[in-house]
């Protein structure tokens, strides 16, 4: 099982802040090929993964990282500082 965090408008998109998942993907693009297939919602925050940024186990990765082993995925917008 694989704890899915997602923020900002991401989690406005999709409806809920987490979620837990089964998945088979071997890769972060993987998963969110997967999530964006599952309707709506989803298509329409992965549209672009371009303007996305994510962390596995609380650590900056990309998306071709592996998921062997990881216990959380988070999506987020890149964050700026002001």
């Known amino acids: 099982m694989l704890d899915i965090v997602y923020f900002a408008w991401v989690r ?3 409806g809920h802040p987490r979620e ?3 998945t088979g ?3 972060v693009a993987d998963l ?4 964006r297939a599952r309707d709506p919602r ?3 925050a992965f549209a672009d993964p371009a303007v996305l940024r994510v962390a596995l186990d609380q650590d900056l990765a990309d998306f071709t990282a592996p998921l062997a082993g ?9 964050m700026t500082g002001g």
């Open 20 to 22: 837990q998942v089964e």
């Open 42 to 44: 989803y298509a329409a």
């Open 70 to 78: 990881v216990r959380e995925v988070a999506f987020f917008p890149p």
């Open 32 to 35: 969110v090929a997967e999530l």
């Open 25 to 27: 993907a071997a890769t």
């Open 12 to 14: 406005e998109r999709i």
